[in-house]
């Protein structure tokens, strides 16, 4: 299959795209050379594109937003910690937010990168799962995901011409795309491990029904104790069968999310600026400040302290 004629730009939308329809010059999005990016959204909105022509890199930082970067032409190479993803036209990176990454200076080209605040999807209980699936970096292409592909290309660029648009109720048809797409790749996720494993369960089922209520439940409840043992418990089957199913369920582990979680929640105090990191520490259910050093280093690239000050040094800029 050849996906180009699903993002090729005409002459006219190349026009079109070159000015901002949100008062940001594409030049105002500079070379980042703190560590830390507070991305300017759209006022009263959680979003912001960029038809990005400039021959400028990025170099290392991390924003709070989940970013999507799609090359238009030429490849765009994008480095996630110590991964480089060569990114050719019509592919699709997603980054997830905090996730420590740069982008190359390209010779010439242009590309779509959005900036995109989770939070406001995280309101919703639905979202859960599609949000532990994001926190892991995802590369959809023609190749490595033909059969959601094409559908997930076409929502994209219809997002792109709702924010160049003129319509009064664009953003609500932008974001109910957003979160099409965010379904369609968990439904597509979902339907994989279903059908690859014979003991897997339908999402209908009452498993995971359950399996639903204890992700809500850990939204609120993750700096309890709350072992393996006891988590399969709630969910009435063997630790072995509740390991395997959460992991196809979530896209990772069952200590991995619950530290997810706990990680995600120190973020948000970390920036407060003014509670101690060893009370964050207890706050976010860890009783050593080593192991919490440990896995946030694991996640973020960095230690706690390094975090607050990067995202002080950015925000006082």
């Known amino acids: 299959m050849n996906p180009r004629h699903l993002f090729a730009l005409t002459p006219a939308q190349r026009r079109q795209f070159s000015v901002q329809p949100d008062l940001f010059e594409p030049v105002m999005r500079q070379m980042v050379t703190e560590e830390f990016e507070l991305p300017s959204f759209v006022e009263k909105t959680s979003m912001r594109i960029w038809y990005n022509t400039q021959t400028e890199g990025y170099a290392r930082h991390w924003h709070d937003a989940q970013e999507i970067v799609i090359p238009l032409e030429n490849e765009y190479v994008v480095r996630l910690q110590d991964i480089e993803y060569r990114l050719e036209p019509g592919d699709i990176l997603l980054i997830p937010p905090g996730e420590l990454h740069a982008l190359e200076k390209p010779k010439e080209g242009s590309r779509f990168i959005f900036l995109v605040d989770l939070d406001l999807f995280s309101q919703?209980?639905?979202?859960?799962?599609?949000?532990?699936?994001?926190?892991?970096?995802?590369?959809?292409?023609?190749?490595?995901?033909?059969?959601?592909?094409?559908k997930a290309i076409s929502l994209f660029m219809e997002i792109v011409s709702l924010y160049w648009g003129d319509s009064p109720s664009r953003q609500l048809s932008i974001y109910a795309r957003m979160l099409d797409f965010f379904a369609c790749y968990t439904d597509f996720y979902i339907s994989g491990v279903v059908d690859s494993k014979p003991d897997a369960f339908h999402p209908a089922d009452s498993l995971a029904t359950k399996l639903n209520r204890l992700l809500e439940h850990l939204q609120t409840h993750y700096a309890e104790e709350l072992s393996l043992d006891e988590a399969a418990e709630k969910l009435s089957v063997s630790k072995y069968h509740f390991t395997r199913v959460f992991r196809r369920y979530t896209g990772q582990t069952f200590n991995?999310?619950?530290?997810?979680?706990?990680?995600?929640?120190?973020?948000?105090?970390?920036?407060?600026?003014?509670?101690?990191?060893?009370?964050?520490?207890?706050?976010?259910?860890?009783?050593?400040?080593?192991?919490?050093?440990?896995?946030?280093?694991?996640?973020?690239?960095?230690?706690?302290?390094?975090?607050?000050?990067?995202?002080?040094?950015?925000?006082?800029?």
């Open 256 to 317: 991995d999310y619950l530290t997810s979680l706990r990680i995600r929640a120190a973020e948000d105090l970390l920036k407060q600026g003014s509670i101690p990191v060893s009370e964050i520490c207890a706050l976010c259910g860890y009783a050593s400040l080593s192991s919490f050093n440990r896995n946030f280093r694991k996640l973020k690239g960095c230690s706690p302290t390094e975090f607050r000050q990067f995202y002080q040094k950015r925000y006082s800029l």
């Open 124 to 150: 919703m209980n639905s979202f859960l799962q599609a949000r532990s699936l994001l926190t892991k970096p995802i590369l959809l292409s023609a190749a490595t995901f033909p059969e959601i592909y094409e």
